[in-house]
């Protein structure tokens, strides 16, 4: 008989991104083998200072979602290039390149895997949100 490996569930929070909006945690995090996996809730691009949506630029927006996200990862011991997954829900497919321009900056030569999705309505009416993954070795 197989026993199955036990695993350290735990709850990621930082002040560097913006707290949930709901019955959420900004993310959680498990242990498995010499990894730690972390499952980033979906960031919108919320000025943690004061708490809004900024303007509605989707480039700027795109990289203050991803800088929310990253945030998260950071405060985990991980950094860009621990990103494996991306999910992107945007509310306008014809941003597409845009985005992709935004994206590319921020991970630049370690690019993840990644989905993106359109969608007809973001939580503050934001103009996307990034969920992450990341594998982050465990030190």
Known sequence: MVEAAKSALDTI???EAPSPMGPYVQAKGVS??????????????????SGKVIEPDVVA??????????????????????VVKVTM???NLDHSSLINEAYQSCFGESLPARTTVEVSRL?????????????????
């Not at 498995?32 to 200072?49: A, D, E, H, K, Y």
């Not at 927006?61 to 621990?82: C, P, W």
């Not at 990034?130 to 030190?139: F, M």
Request: cysteine-free; proline content about 5%.
């Open 13 to 15: 929070s930082t002040t």
């Open 32 to 49: 498995v083998g010499g990894t730690r996996l972390l499952f980033v809730s979906g960031q919108l691009p919320i000025n943690g200072r």
């Open 61 to 82: 927006q795109t990289h203050l979602s991803l800088a929310n996200a990253m945030a998260i990862v950071e405060a985990s011991g991980g950094d860009r290039s621990h």
């Open 89 to 91: 829900f945007v509310s």
């Open 123 to 139: 939580p503050r009416d934001a103009l996307l949100e990034v969920d992450i993954i990341a594998a982050i070795p465990i030190t």
